[in-house]
């Protein structure tokens, strides 16, 4: 089981407007998102430098706490369903410190995401794009 690339990188704002008006005057990025609305609280605001290929997500920091940026990886439907049950297999603790269930499984509603930590307690997602497929395999697959 390989990830495919890095999807983009979670990043702790206090307006995300301002950041991507930052982002893109020093660094060349722009809004890739259509769907996205960057006055929406709990949501990214997804921008990228090279037409989406590896993306930034600006996120409101809240509550002003010093939050771990996460790194996305992508990867496909049918790879994102054999990781699932690998992480099924193995003691990998989701975000809330339990143990890793199909529960864990996010429904963004165009993509699916699982969060969980690495052993030194740094944030990883796996995401995949390849909504239909993996909302056809959870629905028919015994193992999820």
């Known amino acids: 089981m390989k990830v495919e690339q890095i999807d983009h990188i ?3 704002v206090s307006d995300k ?3 991507a008006n ?6 060349g990025f722009e809004p890739i998102n259509k769907y996205e609305n960057p ?28 939050h771990k940026n996460t790194i996305a990886y992508k990867i496909s439907g049918n790879n994102f369903i054999n990781f699932v049950e690998h992480l099924n297999s193995l003691e990998v603790k989701n ?15 165009y ?15 796996i995401i995949t794009y390849h909504y239909d497929l993996v909302k056809h395999l959870m629905a028919t697959s015994n193992n999820l």
Do not use: C, M
């Open 111 to 125: 993509s699916f995401s699982i969060y969980f930590y690495d052993p030194y307690s740094n944030p990883i997602e």
């Open 22 to 27: 930052w982002y893109k005057k020093v660094l």
């Open 95 to 109: 975000v809330e410190g339990n143990l890793f269930s199909k529960k864990d499984i996010i429904d963004h509603q």
């Open 17 to 19: 407007i301002e950041a």
């Open 10 to 12: 979670h990043i702790y």
């Open 39 to 66: 006055l929406e609280e709990s949501g990214p605001y997804t921008l990228s430098s090279d037409g989406g290929n590896t993306n930034i997500a600006l996120f409101i920091n809240r509550d002003n706490t010093k």
